[in-house]
């Protein structure tokens, strides 16, 4: 039976000031275990290092050997496409089979939907020999169906596998093992994530009731410093000479008796003690719980006289013979239309469609459900040129997602949750008044998805989103448009109140 093991293992980026990891210990087994935690603790890094993709500075990995790490990026395909593709050993057929992947789909990369570039990315990685296999984000951009697909072929696996997901269900249902990196604690339990999850819930409350009663003593001893410094600053004016008269030597004697006596060291001595404590008690505090204020608020007025904007009925090409035929559709203030979908259906090349045909100049926000390398350049480029103002407005909305913008914009290797946070907060600055969001929970940290929804839930514009997931799409859209396939191969789209 194969394990993976690590062993006092430390790591800090160059240009970070604290470490990621600092003297931490894991044993994996065979099956699958789940890494959990919010955009950038440190869960790819953790992947990487396995993989060896960064360097270790302290501690080793044991069992490391032989490893696969499907990243969670579609932009590019992997190094062994071509030859898993060629391969036609029983094997190869089966998972081509499983993960319903098309012939034609070698050389076409490019013009695959995300969800397409998915299940062939993790067809090629199940395809290698491997001690250790490494999924990060699987069900990214897959619909319902395609998960259950995924679930299926992951598995079959035999090896030592490590997951990292935000997809609840997924992880239920794979995993044995939960690993959570909350706070800078990596926190170890032998049970799938919903019970792990209910367990650190008690965990958090018990800590919680200990802030709460931190908080309480830490009043009591701030009033006693107070109390404290007032006395020792009254007996100071007391055992002061300042003032006395030269000739005056009875008031002189008695200063020097209560010298003598040392009333004034010992309240010296009792408020440096209480001082301490009060130090300690709040350096403490910060340790058990740092936890962000979470929810964006959308300020600013939206630009009414611009809705409601219509697109006539049409027919737009998506590959091939393919076509999207749809009918006049409407968007007006306050709603907020859910778009999903089978994958390949052409969602996100209608909403590019829908940009290029509406004009509303720069009243709007649009984010695609990947972004490139090059596109996150350019949005740290740009941050870097805002002024102190708007990146303070900024670091607050991307803390109230869940992450330290600071050190995100320090980071050499940010993951694709925190640019995609970083990005809405660069676009929410505009004070648009119309939100299109492509598969907006992609990469995202639960937590973090959380706090997006319920943020939406109060925006007073006019919101489109593509999205698979089911409770995200339930708990936002007040109409969605539902794109189906027909008989004749063209896809249609259906508007549901």
């Not at 604690?185 to 367990?199: D, H, N, P, R």
């Not at 300020?299 to 027919?315: S, V």
């Not at 076509?323 to 239309?337: A, E, M, N, T, W």
């Not at 040129?385 to 330290?404: A, C, I, M, Y």
Request: proline fraction near 2%.
């Amino acid at each position: 039976m194969h394990s993976l093991k690590i062993r006092d293992l430390s790591y800090k980026y160059p240009s970070a000031a604290q470490p990621i990891f600092n003297a931490l210990n894991l044993d994996f087994e065979e099956g699958w275990s789940a890494v959990t935690g919010v955009n950038g603790s440190g869960k790819s890094t953790l992947l990487k290092l396995i993989s060896k993709e960064l360097k270790v500075e302290k501690g080793k990995i044991i069992g490391n050997s032989l490893v696969v790490y499907c990243a969670q990026s579609t932009e590019f395909a992997p190094k062994e496409l071509e030859e898993f593709m060629m391969t036609y050993t029983r094997e190869a057929y089966k998972l081509r089979d499983l993960l319903q992947v098309k012939d034609e789909w070698l050389g076409s990369w490019d013009v695959l939907s995300h969800g397409e570039r998915k299940r062939l990315q993790l067809a090629v990685a199940l395809s290698s020999e491997s001690d250790v296999l490494m999924v990060d984000e699987p069900t990214n951009h897959l619909d319902s169906h395609s998960q259950a697909i995924v679930v299926e072929a992951l598995k079959r696996y035999k090896g030592v596998g490590i997951l990292v997901s935000h997809d609840r269900a997924l992880l239920d249902a794979l995993t044995q093992q939960t690993i959570m990196i909350k706070a800078g604690e990596v926190l170890k339990y032998k049970s799938k994530f919903s019970l792990a999850q209910e367990a650190y819930g008690q965990t958090l409350s018990h800590k919680k009731k200990v802030i709460s009663e931190q908080e309480h003593e830490l009043k009591k001893i701030n009033k006693v410093v107070q109390d404290q410094r007032e006395k020792v600053s009254l007996a100071k004016k007391r055992f002061s000479k300042k003032g006395v008269g030269k000739s005056d030597s009875s008031q002189k004697e008695k200063i020097n008796g209560a010298i003598l006596t040392g009333k004034d060291k010992h309240d010296g001595q009792m408020l440096q003690r209480t001082v301490t404590k009060q130090r300690h008690l709040s350096e403490n505090m910060n340790k058990v719980s740092k936890e962000y204020a979470t929810g964006i608020s959308f300020e600013g007025e939206i630009a009414r006289h611009n809705f409601p904007i219509a697109l006539e009925k049409n027919c737009i090409a998506l590959f091939e013979s393919t076509q999207l035929c749809f009918p006049r559709l409407s968007v007006d203030i306050g709603d907020k239309v859910g778009i999903c979908g089978e994958n390949g259906a052409g969602k996100s090349t209608f909403i590019s469609y829908l940009v290029k045909e509406i004009d509303f100049q720069h009243d709007y926000l649009y984010i695609p459900q990947e972004i490139t390398d090059k596109q996150a350049e350019q949005l740290f480029k740009d941050i870097s040129d805002l002024n102190s103002d708007e990146k303070g407005e900024l670091f607050t909305l991307v803390q109230r997602l869940g992450s330290d913008a600071k050190a995100l914009l320090n980071s050499i290797l940010p993951s694709p949750g925190e640019v995609r946070k970083l990005l809405i907060a660069q676009g929410l600055l505009k004070r648009p008044s119309l939100i299109i969001l492509d598969e907006p929970t992609n990469h995202m940290d639960l937590d973090s998805i959380e706090s997006l929804e319920a943020s939406l839930k109060e925006y007073a514009g006019v919101l489109l989103f593509i999205t698979h997931d089911e409770i995200f799409l339930q708990n936002l859209s007040t109409k969605r448009w539902v794109f189906a396939k027909t008989q004749s191969q063209a896809y249609t789209v259906q508007e549901i109140l």
